[in-house]
């Protein structure tokens, strides 16, 4: 049985990113440091993305309806996400 390495946190690894990027713009590692740096940024990067993928599908907004009750919207859309802005402010001044 093989053990699965544990996947980082969002925070975590966007840590390990940013360490990352530091240590390749200073200029200090091998030719092959330096590609294995890389190679785990990529990774790292694409983890860093599905992460935000997944949170994005999770958001929701509320949205007042013409009979005045609440109902959840999800953000689909850059344009969802203005609406809900709108929306959240004209609930907060009601």
């Given at each position: ?23 390749l713009e200073g200029g200090q590692l091998t030719l092959d ?22 949170a994005e599908k999770k958001l ?35």
């Amino acid at each position: 049985m093989t053990a699965r390495k544990k996947e980082p946190g969002f925070e975590e690894a966007l840590d390990q990113l940013e360490e990352i990027t530091r240590q390749l713009e200073g200029g200090q590692l091998t030719l092959d440091e330096s590609i294995q740096a890389f190679e785990r940024g990529m990774e790292l990067r694409k983890l860093c993305l599905e992460m935000l993928q997944k949170a994005e599908k999770k958001l929701e907004y509320l949205e007042r309806q013409a009979d005045g009750a609440l109902a959840r919207k999800p953000i689909d859309s850059p344009e969802d996400a203005a609406r809900s802005a709108v929306s959240q402010s004209r609930l907060f001044q009601e």
